[in-house]
């Protein structure tokens, strides 16, 4: 299945399909009994580039570090990323700490020349966009 998700990425532009994004995100993290982010990398056109985990966390806790996120960037010279994570408890809304690295990120990438598309968050067949949301 993730397979399928991960070619419906690569069909097009990321950005224009958040459905798609959610669904790989929801695949990929979903039913995890901890927090867990993934972070997509995306090229000039925003197509995916690749994907990693990387952070995993508590039931109701994960750390992002803004420092491993440039590092990922640079290495795999990405234009814009989107980052996704899952709430174990079922709830996709975002918690002020969510929206304060979301922020914190979006800042700090944006100084290398580097969007951040979305945050999603994804529970229980639920998902929802920090960009929709206007966080940042």
């Not at 079922?90 to 990438?109: C, M, Q, Y």
């Amino acid at each position: 299945m993730l397979n399928v998700l991960h070619a419906r990425l690569d069909e097009g532009p990321v950005m224009s399909n958040d459905r798609a994004v959610a669904d790989y995100a929801q695949a990929r993290l979903g039913h995890a009994p901890v927090e867990t982010v993934l972070l997509l990398l995306l090229n000039d056109q925003n197509e995916l580039i690749r994907d990693l985990c990387l952070s995993t966390g508590t039931v109701d806790a994960t750390a992002i570090a803004p420092r491993e996120v440039v590092r990922h960037i640079l290495n795999a010279n990405a234009r814009a990323i989107l980052l996704a994570h899952n709430h174990p408890s079922g709830d996709p809304t975002p918690s002020l700490a969510d929206k304060a690295i979301t922020n914190r990120i979006a800042r700090v990438v944006e100084g290398l020349g580097v969007t951040l598309v979305d945050h999603v968050i994804v529970a229980r067949g639920r998902w929802h966009s920090m960009r929709a949301d206007g966080v940042f």
